[in-house]
Nanobody, 115 residues
């Protein structure tokens, strides 16, 4: 059974940094892309970043390009999202995702960027 468990959310001031982790189990982690999505209050869920199975290719939404970094440790079955220079508009619930036949989602972790 595929499971994705996020951790690392919280309250951070504008300009601050935060790092998420998503621990995966139930599938061959090293063979699959991983994604981070977010959903802000009153808005649709959007793709923030994704990383290839080997970790050699990454892609980011324009709104986070240059500030966020996704990485993948296939030895630990964990994907990370390092978020720097946070802005109030980054406030959202962040979800870990993978497609293993069907889409699987973590429960999400809340980030609030506020002074």
């Amino acid at each position: 059974q595929v499971q994705l468990v996020e951790s690392g959310g919280g309250l951070v001031q504008p300009g601050g940094s935060l790092r998420f982790s998503c621990a995966a189990s139930g599938f061959t982690f090293s063979s699959y892309y991983m994604r981070w999505y977010r959903q802000a209050p009153g808005k649709e869920r959007e793709l923030v970043a994704f990383i290839s199975a080997t970790g050699g290719f990454t892609n980011y939404a324009n709104s986070v390009q240059g500030r966020f970094a996704i990485s993948k440790d296939n030895g630990k079955n964990t994907v990370y999202l390092q978020m720097n220079s946070l802005k109030s508009e980054d406030t959202a619930v962040y979800y870990c995702n993978t497609l293993v036949g069907v889409n699987y989602w973590g429960k999400g972790t809340l980030v609030t960027v506020s002074s």
